[in-house]
């Protein structure tokens, strides 16, 4: 006698009870937070109304999450210029994007960052010392 329905069987009802639960905690989800999901068509209108619908919904973590998420999953179905307008709502989400406190605003002008001096010595000259005494740098790494 083979096991091979009584496994399909299981798994069966494993599917069923798996498909129940999940919609049961959606259901749940969406009754507690009604204004949590996005209006129809959100992601066909202007990167601009795109942007401000999601930051008006979520916070800007899961805002650029859910952007990504839709921007990953249209794949085949989207047309280029779909992906480039989600693109440029992603680019107006970043520069809405609010500062952490203790993190400064003002950045330093290229070039006034001071470089760390090399702590490796170098030989004065080799080419008096006789062949093969020739002293090579430390290496502090």
């Known amino acids: ?15 069923k009870w798996s498909k ?3 919609r049961k905690v959606k259901e749940k ?12 068509g959100l992601y066909k209108e202007s990167p601009a109304r795109i942007s ?4 008006k ?5 899961k805002a650029m999450s859910q952007l990504n998420f839709v921007n990953n999953r249209s794949g085949r179905n989207s047309t280029p210029a779909d992906r480039q307008k989600l693109d440029k ?12 406190p ?9 070039g006034t960052a001071k ?20 002293t090579k740098p430390k290496s502090y790494a």
């Not at 006698?1 to 599917?15: E, G, W």
């Not at 989800?29 to 129809?40: H, L």
């Not at 401000?52 to 930051?55: A, I, K, M, P, V």
């Not at 919904?57 to 973590?61: A, I, L, P, Q, T």
């Open 20 to 22: 129940e639960a999940t």
């Open 1 to 15: 006698m083979s096991c091979i329905p009584l496994i399909a069987a299981r798994l069966q009802a494993y599917k």
């Open 115 to 134: 470089t760390p001096k090399s702590t490796a010595r170098t030989p004065k000259s080799t080419a008096r010392t006789p062949r093969g005494t020739a």
């Open 89 to 100: 709502a992603k680019d107006l989400m970043r520069k809405k994007k609010p500062i952490k």
């Open 102 to 110: 203790g993190k400064s605003i003002v950045t330093k002008p290229p």
């Open 52 to 55: 401000q619908e999601l930051l």
């Open 29 to 40: 989800y969406r009754a507690t937070n009604p204004d949590q999901k996005p209006p129809e």
């Open 57 to 61: 919904r979520y916070d800007y973590g």
